[in-house]
């Protein structure tokens, strides 16, 4: 492990610290040590950058893993990232059944193909890093959990039920099991085995209700999953065609909805028509209708369902001309309060097949920029959604997209960029922002401030950005509107 010498800027820097005296010793006392060196992070004044500087020696000389870690992790953030790495690598020799060899050994348990190798594996990692050798600070047992969950899932997709349940039934975080059983219960539904998934999308559900009145951190993680995982169980009890069961918990979804989501409303509807309620099913799809978000399947259904409330299709043509102004007038007015105006921060990438593209050449058109990975779910489903949107404007000179893949794992990302779009057909122009050698950073994603993907920026004729939009609820329609609305407003701001 690298020593740290001290120089005269270290004495320099504890001269000032014994200064400051009695101040800072209160100080610090007041704060953790985390809040205390996120101020000094903050702070412009030089003396503060100095105690930050000894504070991270301090640390990072430490004979406790905890303080390492924390050092590096404040290294990584203010961009040291060589003293970053180099202290990751030494807590690793220094902590060899510590936090974080515990960890790294962990991966392999993930890379597993096959649940039986994924189970041997996850045995041998508990025998070399028991629980018990490490204290359970902030859920940090939850490790565990992720890899048990792991396990049962690929038992899950094999079709193996009891092994699933042995490895789901050994979760200990509750606040953390309603994620787990949700996993298992999407692995089951993958492989089409619905009692299994309908069981534990209900436990998945229970556990998130269960701490709608939670006020610390996790139980509030846990209770924000619960409308998702409400729909999830009503969505299998209807495939399962137990429209009455899925009838009882769509009306409390709907209740606990504080907006319209079109999504309930049209399960809503659904199980409504199915139980002999057309006229509440109507009402349902009314409601949907109006908010300009519903999906060619709900304007469809809605178009069936009309003349049998209505008795006739009198008045349907002059209805939907009414819903589609109101519609559009209430997302203008929705993105009117959104819109934005930071300048666009300028960047040259190469694209996939080795040229040179820089935003400043597309000057003078709306730019459409969608940050994504290959790795990333939600960018990949919002991406057929994009290629509606870029066909609707491929005849539009002054409208640009450009899809920007950030934040890679493996060394051979553009590799993987391009096979991606080639063999799902996409015709997208990617640009690769990948890690800078010396920093490890994604420059251009950083220069945007995104802190997740997928992530859109609409940028005007005059380099501004006016909208940013950060993931992907899977309606198409309503991502093509609202995309296209964005685009005509960003022509007119420019």
């Known amino acids: 492990m690298k020593k740290y010498s001290l120089t005269k800027k270290f004495y320099a820097t504890l001269a000032l610290v014994l200064l400051m005296g009695t101040n800072l010793q209160a100080q610090e006392t007041e704060d953790t040590t985390v809040r205390y060196l996120n101020r000094l992070i903050q702070s412009n004044n030089v003396n503060d950058k100095s105690l930050l500087e000894y504070k991270l020696k301090i640390l990072a000389a430490s004979d406790k893993e905890t303080d390492m870690m924390l050092a590096a992790n404040i290294y990584s953030r203010i961009k040291k990232t060589r003293i970053s790495d180099s202290l990751q690598k030494a807590e690793l020799i220094k902590f060899p059944l510590g936090i974080a060899a515990r960890n790294k050994a962990e991966r392999a348990v993930y890379d597993a193909k096959d649940p039986a190798t994924a189970e041997k ?30 396990v049962a899932q690929l038992f899950a997709e094999q079709k193996n039920a009891p092994k699933a349940e042995q490895y789901i039934n050994m979760l200990k975080e509750e606040f ?8 298992l219960s999407a692995a089951f539904y993958k492989n089409g085995d619905l009692r299994h998934a309908e069981i534990y999308a209900k436990k998945a559900m229970e556990n998130a209700k269960s701490f709608l009145n939670a006020t610390d951190g996790p139980g509030r993680f846990s209770a924000s999953g619960y ?9 299998i009890l209807y495939e399962e065609k137990k429209y009455d069961e899925a009838l009882k918990y769509v009306e ?8 319209t989501d079109v999504r309930t409303n049209y399960m809503y509807a659904k199980l409504l028509m199915h139980t002999g309620h057309a006229r509440e099913a109507y009402d349902k799809l009314d409601e949907a209708m109006k908010t300009g978000r519903a999906s060619t399947e709900m304007d469809s259904t809605f178009k069936a369902l009309y003349p049998k409330v209505k008795g006739s299709y009198a008045g349907y043509d002059e209805y939907m001309t009414v819903v589609k102004k109101t519609a559009r007038d209430n997302m203008q007015k929705e993105l009117q309060k959104a819109m934005l105006k930071a300048p666009a921060p300028l960047f040259t990438l190469t694209d996939v097949k080795g040229k040179k593209v820089s935003l400043e050449q597309f000057k003078g058109k709306v730019v459409i920029l969608d940050f994504w990975a290959t790795w990333c779910g939600p960018c990949k489903r919002s991406f057929p959604a994009m290629q509606m949107a870029q066909n609707k ?38 640009l690769m922002d990948l890690k ?3 920093t490890k950073e994604n420059k251009v994603v950083s220069s945007y401030g995104v802190s997740g993907i997928p992530a859109k920026f609409i940028i005007d004729p005059q380099g501004v950005i006016r909208f940013h939009l950060t993931g992907f609820d899977g309606n198409n329609e309503e991502a093509v509107n609202e995309i296209s609305m964005m685009i005509e407003m960003a022509k007119k701001a420019g």
Request: one cysteine or more; charged letters at 20%.
């Open 121 to 150: 594996l996850y045995n041998e990692w508990v025998a070399k890093f028991p629980p018990s050798r490490f204290p359970d600070v902030n859920h940090d047992h939850i490790v565990y959990d992720y890899a048990r969950s792991h």
């Open 176 to 183: 953390w099991k309603g994620n787990g059983y949700a996993g």
């Open 227 to 235: 409308s998702g995982l409400c729909a999830t169980y009503i969505n």
């Open 252 to 259: 409390v979804l709907y209740k606990f909805n504080k907006t």
């Open 393 to 430: 404007y491929k005849n539009d000179p002054n409208v640009k997209f450009l899809f920007i893949h950030t934040w890679e794992r493996d060394s051979n990302a553009t590799d993987e960029a391009k096979t991606y779009i080639q063999n799902n057909h996409y015709n997208f122009e990617v």
């Open 436 to 438: 800078d050698s010396l």
